[in-house]
């Protein structure tokens, strides 16, 4: 299983990513998780991540692509993974896709966590409180929508172009989310 997690922050992605890795024994690998241990860990990653993750901007593809380049070489990815997090811009798509060719460990499968608007507002909030994560905060996690509205939404279309795009209705409580993604995934060819 070599799966992408995609969606909208507050969408389900780290959780129901988790979820799908443990149902499939592969590593989950989330860039978001990654990218909070360098920053709390002080590396010279970390502290160039950090400004851009704070405002809730996306760090540059340089930085993001040594970081999961990385943690990828440390399991045995043709084996499979689930990504949560990367690629989040078409370059970044058009990147990977360009690495995948060459070694052959290609997507088998996107899946794409679709929710309203108003309910995505409501878990960020919730979030926010609870984990008090630093990007979390009303005014970034806005700020953080309007990115992937313009920067990573753009990938729907791309993934659907290459016919491995999985839309999930992620409105609904955790199990029910899952109960669909496994759904979904078992009636993929070949499941
Ligand atoms: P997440 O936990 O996935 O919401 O990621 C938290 C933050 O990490 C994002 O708001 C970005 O600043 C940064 N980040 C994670 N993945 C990427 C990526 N693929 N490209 C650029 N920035 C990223």
């Not at 890795?21 to 990218?35: E, F, N």
Request: with cysteine; charged share 25%; hydrophobic share 40%.
């Amino acid at each position: 299983m070599r799966a992408l997690m995609l969606g909208p922050p507050g969408s389900g992605k780290g959780t129901q990513g988790a979820r799908v890795a443990a149902r499939y024994g592969v590593p989950h690998i989330s860039t978001g998780d990654l990218l909070r241990a360098h920053v709390a860990a002080g590396t010279r990653m970390g502290r160039a991540a950090r400004v851009y993750m704070e405002r809730g901007d996306l760090v540059p593809d340089l930085l993001i692509a040594a970081i999961v380049l990385e943690r990828l070489a440390e399991s045995e990815p043709s084996k499979g993974f689930v990504l949560d997090g990367f690629p989040r811009t078409l370059e970044q798509a058009q990147a990977a896709y360009g690495v995948a060719r060459e070694t052959g460990i290609l997507f088998d499968v996107v899946l794409c966590l679709d929710i309203p608007h108003d309910e995505l507002m409501r878990r960020l909030d919730e979030r926010g409180r609870s984990q008090g994560r630093a990007d979390d905060e009303v005014a970034t996690v806005r700020h953080r929508i309007e990115v992937y509205q313009a920067k990573t939404a753009p990938l729907r279309e791309y993934y659907e172009g290459r016919g491995i795009f999985l839309a999930i209705d992620a409105d609904g409580s955790v199990d029910e989310v899952t109960g669909r993604i496994f759904a979904a995934l078992d009636r993929l060819p070949g499941a």
